[in-house]
């Protein structure tokens, strides 16, 4: 399927994305509650009795082992699909969004005419064109997907989530598909977007360093649950070289193979 399953209309007198007030709470003050969520695909039991709190504004990078569950958790808190028991809180639908490792764009569309799919009004080309330049794509809203690198067009897809302000993003391996230096710069492209806009970030990963360069907590999911919750508390930006993180990332790695430091 090429559209993303939220292409939820906006009002065309909303602000524009500088004027999103930070994510608001649900009425827990959370963002996103998830309480004994169990998951099964007929005998396979991925996920069981799964609670996590994720505070307004955090950044959350789910790691673990291929198969643990990670994509599915975040169907479920996307609304893609849902558990076999639990409650699932995570705010309105129409302020999620998800970001996939492919960018989804309809190549019969300009760029600018994927990044505004779903707005509707006068304005919704000036902001597409806004959403475009902050992800340092102004000037190219006009050309077509396919004259896009890869790169290029995951950041049209961010500028596509983006657009519709929300409250909760979900990133879903969006850049296991990119060269290591292009992923460098779409961290730092991520992370200037989550402070300048106060989402909710829910990042899923096979690299436990861009979990750690990221991320406030890192989640490690295993064998249906969360088996270990690390604050990261360095200072960001975040280098692989900055004391402090190479341990926390070797941490996290020896509890996915199964060998936790006992220091
Ligand atoms: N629709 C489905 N039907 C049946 N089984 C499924 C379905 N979706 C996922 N699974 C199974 O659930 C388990 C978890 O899959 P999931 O995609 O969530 O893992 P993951 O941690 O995201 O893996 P990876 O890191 O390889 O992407 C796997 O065993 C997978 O085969």
Do not use: Y
Not at 109 to 127: C, I, Q, Y
Not at 150 to 158: D, H, M, P, S
Request: aromatic letters at 4%.
């Amino acid at each position: 399927m090429w559209l993303t399953e939220f292409d939820t209309p906006v009002l065309p007198h909303e602000p524009a994305i500088e004027d999103v007030p930070p994510a608001r709470d649900t009425s827990h003050g959370l963002a996103l509650q998830l309480r004994g969520i169990d998951k099964s695909f007929g005998t396979r039991h991925v996920l069981q009795n799964l609670d996590l709190n994720v505070a307004p504004g955090e950044f959350v990078a789910l790691v673990g082992r291929s198969g643990c569950g990670k994509s599915t958790l975040l169907r479920l808190i996307a609304g893609l699909d849902q558990p076999s028991a639990g409650l699932v809180e995570a705010g309105a639908a129409n302020e999620r969004r998800l970001m996939f490792q492919d960018a989804r764009l309809l190549p019969w569309k300009r760029v600018v005419d994927n990044v505004a799919l779903g707005l509707t009004g006068p304005e919704a080309k000036s902001r597409a064109m806004e959403a475009l330049e902050q992800v340092g794509l102004a000037g190219r809203g006009n050309d077509w997907p396919a004259t896009l690198s890869g790169g290029q067009r995951q950041r049209v897809a961010l500028a596509r989530a983006l657009v519709h302000r929300p409250r909760l993003l979900l990133l879903d391996e969006p850049l296991g598909a990119l060269d290591a230096l292009t992923r460098l710069e779409m961290h730092r492209l991520i992370e200037q977007l989550w402070q300048r806009h106060g989402f909710t970030a829910l990042l899923v990963t096979h690299d436990v360093a861009e979990a750690v360069a990221l991320a406030d907590r890192v989640l490690l999911i295993d064998r249906g649950g969360i088996a270990l919750d690390a604050t990261v508390t360095l200072p960001r930006s975040r280098s692989r070289a900055a004391p402090g993180f190479a341990e926390l990332e070797d941490r996290v790695l020896r509890h996915i193979i199964g060998h936790p430091a006992t220091a």
